[in-house]
């Protein structure tokens, strides 16, 4: 193949890309859900316009990698002490039911499997993907009701970030356990050195890092430095640890949270990543997705799939709210407003099919699991809230 030929592929992948990202958001789906739809058209699967190459591999990784970083950045650690306590528990039990659910109907739908075999860490993997949450939808519907600073509003968007920092260290063991001379211990322990260096070094780096910020306020050297603070972070966590690239990239995304410029530094990634490195991580998804595979048995395990991952979320996350006080109405609205899953569930259906722990037929479920949610999820919402009629 051409060496130039590349840009005729990225030309089609962008205008694609953000075509139906631009339709998907006048249909009040996610702008995501748009550019893997176009991924899907442009693929092998249906125009076949651009194959899978190296180079585009290689793009989506990159981005991948920003995507986590700047969901670091946006993470507010000081929301997360304040509500800490009641939203982490809700964060664990909905990552907790979600993934015994997910892991179970995998075994339900092809066999249960030894532990430690192939199989039994891809029914497992199936629940990690369940685990993610992205409230970008619930937030948005929560703003326009006047609802996102009241108590159920602070608590969901608290949990959802603990929900995806638990998740990401779950993604790092099942992905280290598959690894063929792992063993058990080896990995909780790479584990846990990895965060307590990270822990450690990431203290003195934002103590460096604020220096100078304030020395260079609102200078474009700083998200320059950040940008390799944060490729170094991917590249350490994969090379020395063998944890998740993505999980580097998040790490150095939290220690630059709170500096004063961590909103300038996001502005700045956000230019590269929307510009061409999420277009091309979104529509790799569906470039690689695999339609010509999918039957009767996939369209039914996809069913299953949309339909555990909602539930398991909405029981998980409302039965702790309940336990922890809240009543059974603004229980059942954190258990809805926990349901919806967007980029970080893509990152880890991602990350499965590269290391094989995930066939590309099943990004299908994925897929339809974000737009079911994100269609589904304020619709939910806004019935519970009318129903009560409750001011927070």
Known sequence: MEAYSVFKDLAIIIIFAKFFGILARKLKAPQVVGEIVAGLLIGPSVLGLVQQTDFLSGMAEVGVVLLMFSAGLETDLKELMKTGPVAFLIACAGVFVPLIGGTLLYMGFYGAAPWGSEKFYTAVFIGVIMTATSVSITVESLREMGKLKGKVGTTILSAAIIDDVIGIIVLTFVVGFKSPDSNPGKVVLSTVLFFAIALVIGYVLFRIFQGFDERYPHTRRIPIISLALCFFFAYAAEHFFGIADITGAYVAGIILCSIRDS????????????????????????????????????????????????????????????????????????????????EVALIVAQKGLSVGLLSPVYFTSVILLIIVSSISTPIVLKMLYARDGQTE
Not at 265 to 282: A, D, H, Q, R
Not at 301 to 321: N, P, Q, R, T, Y
């Open 263 to 342: 909103s300038y530094i996001e502005e700045k990634m956000e230019i590269s990543s929307y510009m061409i490195f999420g277009p091309v991580f979104f529509a790799s998804i569906g470039l690689k997705t695999n339609i010509d595979s999918v039957d009767g048995n996939i369209l039914l395990f996809s069913l299953g799939f949309v339909l555990v991952a909602l539930i398991a979320k909405i029981i998980g996350c409302g039965l702790m709210a309940k336990l922890c006080r809240f009543s059974f109405q603004d229980s059942l609205k954190i258990g809805v407003g926990m349901m919806t899953r967007g």
